[in-house]
């Protein structure tokens, strides 16, 4: 009797674990892709803050090499992304009674190009955006821009993540 049940727990649970295997935790479908290349964004807005471009561009690459199995190229990508930073800006949000600004938003705008080698019709150009919202009599530099950085990056990134490969 216990031969029987500990052959029908195996049974199950192997059938379990080999019809899970089809499908992924992060919502990424890559296909039959392999290699993925990603050019480096550079900054071309009319205010450019030094560090964004080559953080933006890691951060962009270690998204997908953490929630895919493509593996990095520096050219002939199966999945390729170019494009650049086109937007940096501060501006006012919300007003005080006596007319200064009492929070301040910070946009970063992001053109991108992926093309899918594999299957042209994925391919496209769109421009991905994303705001941080910081205390008007706060300065831009410090934890404040890291901060602000780390939530308009993350989620720019994601988006882009979410265009090319999870068809959100």
Do not use: H
């Amino acid at each position: 009797m216990k031969k029987i049940f500990y052959l029908a727990l195996f049974s199950i649970s192997t059938l379990l674990f080999v019809a899970c295997g089809a499908y992924s935790f992060t919502g990424g479908n890559t296909g039959d892709a392999k290699t993925l290349q990603i050019d480096f964004f550079p900054n071309q807005a009319p205010l450019v803050e030094p560090v964004l471009t080559q953080r933006f561009t890691n951060d962009l690459i270690d998204l997908f090499i953490r929630q895919t199995n493509l593996e990095p190229a520096t050219s002939n990508g199966d999945l390729f992304f170019s494009g650049e930073i086109t937007g940096f800006r501060v501006t006012p949000m919300s007003g005080t009674s006596d007319q200064t600004a009492a929070q301040n938003r910070l946009t970063v705008t992001v053109n991108v190009r992926f093309v899918n080698k594999l299957k042209p019709k994925d391919d496209f150009e769109k421009t991905f955006s994303f705001y941080s919202d910081f205390d008007a009599n706060s300065q831009l530099t410090g934890s404040i821009l890291e901060n602000a950085l780390d939530e308009i990056v993350e989620r720019i990134t994601q988006d882009i993540f979410n265009a090319s490969v999870a068809k959100w």
